[in-house]
């Protein structure tokens, strides 16, 4: 049976991670690599160099900007669907953000989940939310925020960490929600750097629909009986 961390340990264990992706973040701004992830143009380029491995650097750029909240994934997103189009584009890209929200949840479950558990106001909140009923709904509100492309997608891993949902529905709901909406960006990033304006326009009315639908189908859920 695994042994629970100590406060001391969490504590240093969060400090160490904290240190970690600080110097991990001035080491790309130091070396011009942060400027290129924020340049579709020179991303798309230096992607292109790197041939093979390009499809490897896409997944692991995805986890970087899901863990690492200042690095951002729609440039990503939006050269792979120029370079690799929309179904292996979609493929990577949802590989990179799947393994980055999961390593996200996990530092968060690891981190947090106990340090809340020994607060005596959020206990009841986390026991009552452990149950099988909230799961579903945990499970739910995870999969609809990955509807939305503009919600933050680490904000909402790193949130579901220190809640009691399990880790495979977790895994589930989220992989069902990114799938759709990485599409979306990817055929969006395919139109916008190398379409027409009219495929451009129909990738935008496309993902504003998409961002629509948890709004409507919590509509359609309170028309219930």
Do not use: H
Request: some cysteine.
């Amino acid at each position: 049976m695994a042994t629970k961390l100590s406060v001391k340990q969490t504590l240093f264990l969060g400090l160490t991670l904290l240190m970690g992706l600080a110097a991990l973040y001035w080491i790309l701004m130091e070396t011009g690599a942060l400027s290129v992830l924020t340049d579709k143009q020179a991303l798309r380029e230096w992607l292109d160099r790197l041939g093979f491995w390009g499809p490897l650097a896409i997944i692991f750029m995805m986890m970087a900007a899901i863990v690492m909240s200042p690095i951002p994934s729609g440039p990503i997103a939006m050269v792979a669907g120029a370079l690799y189009g929309p179904v292996w584009g979609t493929i990577y890209v949802v590989i990179g953000a799947e393994a980055g929200a999961l390593l996200a949840f996990c530092i968060a479950r690891l981190l947090g989940y106990e340090v809340m558990q020994r607060w005596p106001r959020t206990r009841p909140i986390l026991n009552w939310l452990g149950k099988e009923r909230s799961q579903t709904g945990l499970m739910l509100i995870v999969f609809a925020s990955r509807l939305v492309p503009f919600l933050s997608f680490d904000a909402v891993s790193y949130a579901a960490g220190i809640t009691p949902l399990s880790f495979w529905r977790f895994l589930i709901a989220t992989l069902a929600g990114v799938i759709p909406t990485a599409y979306l960006i990817v055929m969006f990033g395919e139109v916008l750097i190398t379409a027409d304006s009219r495929g451009l326009t129909i990738a935008l009315i496309l993902i504003s629909g998409i961002t629509l639908l948890p709004l409507l189908a919590k509509r359609l859920w309170a028309r219930q009986p």
